[in-house]
């Protein structure tokens, strides 16, 4: 959102737009009041205005600095994103799911869901290995490398897998990522999609592997994806398989309880 003040906005309406562009613009980094200026399209004085007001309200901080004022998000946007988080129906279902597979395999368990052409980690539970991961709530990570991605992508057509693949070869939160080439990695999604799980072997992180499936709604749809992820000293490819059936179980019974039914075989 930039060029506020050359936008025309309905009436009323053009003060909100401001401030809003002004905490995405915080969000992405800029800190100072002069980058925050430039990147919404307004004054100065005026992008002052607004990010005094935000800071009053909590929605920025503006911490002291010796080089002059800086502005973060402040608590309330911290409040409201983890509300919002709270909403969405299948994070509410999946926590109970979550932490059981947590306490069964005592390794980090994720809930993710597509966001373009990346997955945006909805929930976390903190495996019992002393191990810590780069994965956040929140954080976001390109969708073709991680095993919750490979599980959202599975019901796509394969010409979107192949723009999902070269998107995260040259994705900057994934400097090094090792995709395998792409015939061995469409191969690999392929045989995901006939087992229902999907695998991560080192290809997002070096160092963590990854066991996922996919969650589904009410329409057969898949909307989000289960993980294990563990340190390679602790998911070897064989315990990897083991994992499989679990991981795969907890997914449909977050989705039995968002209203899935599997597909019943038709007897002669």
């Given amino acids: 959102m930039t060029g506020t003040d050359s936008v025309a906005f309905p009436a009323g309406t053009q003060t909100l737009t401001r401030g809003l562009a002004v905490i995405e613009a915080v ?12 990147t919404i399209g307004c004054s100065r004085s005026t992008t002052h205005r607004l990010a005094s007001a935000l800071v009053q309200a909590g929605y920025l901080r503006a ?48 809930l993710g ?10 929930d976390k539970i903190a495996g019992q290995r002393g191990l810590e991961m780069r994965s956040r709530v929140g954080k976001r990570m390109p969708i073709a490398s991680t095993g919750l991605g490979k599980a959202l992508m599975l019901d796509l057509p394969e010409a979107e897998w192949r723009t999902l693949y070269d998107a995260a070869l040259s994705h900057p939160a994934t400097p090094n990522a090792r995709l395998p080439a792409w015939p061995e990695y469409r191969s690999g999604l392929r045989q995901s999609g006939l087992a229902a799980c999907a695998f991560d072997f080192e290809e997002n992180e070096p160092g963590i592997r990854c066991v996922a499936a996919a969650i589904r709604d009410a329409t057969g749809t898949v909307i989000a994806a289960v993980s294990v992820a563990s340190a390679t000293v602790y998911m070897s490819e064989t315990r990897m398989h083991e994992l499989a059936p679990a991981v ?21």
């Fill in 27 to 38: 969000a992405a980094g800029h800190r100072t009041l002069t980058d925050i200026a430039a």
């Fill in 63 to 110: 911490p002291s600095s010796g080089g002059g004022q800086t502005f973060i998000l402040g608590p309330r946007l911290v409040e409201m994103g983890f509300l919002a988080r709270d909403t969405l129906p299948v994070v509410a279902v999946a926590r109970p799911h979550l932490d059981a597979l947590g306490t069964t395999t005592r390794d980090t368990v994720h």
């Fill in 113 to 122: 869901i597509r966001e373009g052409i990346e997955v945006l980690y909805l």
């Fill in 248 to 268: 795969v179980a907890t997914a449909q019974a977050i989705s039995r309880e968002l209203g899935w039914l599997p597909r019943r075989r038709a007897f002669a």
